[in-house]
C-alpha cells in the first residue's frame, strides 16, 4: 500500500502561482512514477500532468503545457506541480495519483495507468 497526501491548495487570483506537493508514504519502491489529474465541478476527472521515473519521461495536458510543470524531490518522496499563470478554468479539486510501475510512457495520460491515489486538495482562481 502506497498513501499520498497532497497539500498546497487554497484560492488565487488569476495570473498568480501556486505550488501543490504531494507526500509519499509506505511502499513507495512500488512507485513507477507520479501524475496529478483535476476535477472541476460537474466535469470529469481529467489528466494535467504525469512523469514516469525510469527515463524521466513527462506528459502535459494541452490545457497547461507551459504553465504547469511536475517536479519530485527523492529523499522527502514528494511531488510537487508548480501551477503559474492560473486561469479561472484551472479551478478544480486537485489529485496525484501513483503510476504503475509497468507503465509505458504512451500510458501517462491514461488514468487506468495509476495506481493509488490522494484525497485530493481544492483549487480556486478567483478575483
Known amino acids: 500500500q502506497v498513501q499520498l497526501v497532497e497539500s498546497g491548495g487554497g484560492l488565487v487570483q488569476p495570473g498568480g502561482s501556486l505550488r501543490l506537493s504531494c507526500a509519499a508514504s509506505?511502499?513507495?519502491?512500488?512507485?513507477?512514477?507520479m501524475g496529478w489529474f483535476r476535477q472541476a465541478p460537474g466535469k470529469e476527472r481529467e489528466f494535467v500532468v504525469g512523469?514516469?521515473?525510469?527515463?524521466?519521461?513527462?506528459v502535459h495536458a494541452d490545457s497547461v503545457r507551459g504553465r504547469f510543470s511536475i517536479s519530485r524531490d527523492n529523499a522527502k518522496n514528494t511531488v510537487y506541480l508548480q501551477m503559474n499563470s492560473l486561469r479561472p478554468d484551472d479551478t478544480a479539486v486537485y489529485y496525484c495519483?501513483?503510476?504503475?510501475?509497468?507503465?509505458?510512457?504512451?500510458?501517462?495520460?491514461?488514468?487506468?495507468?495509476?495506481?493509488?491515489w490522494g484525497q485530493g486538495t481544492q483549487v480556486t482562481v478567483s478575483s
Open positions: 495519483a501513483t503510476l504503475s510501475p509497468r507503465a509505458i510512457v504512451s500510458s501517462i495520460s491514461s488514468q487506468a495507468a495509476y495506481v493509488y
Open positions: 509506505g511502499r513507495t519502491s512500488e512507485i513507477g512514477g
Open positions: 512523469i514516469r521515473f525510469r527515463g524521466s519521461n513527462t
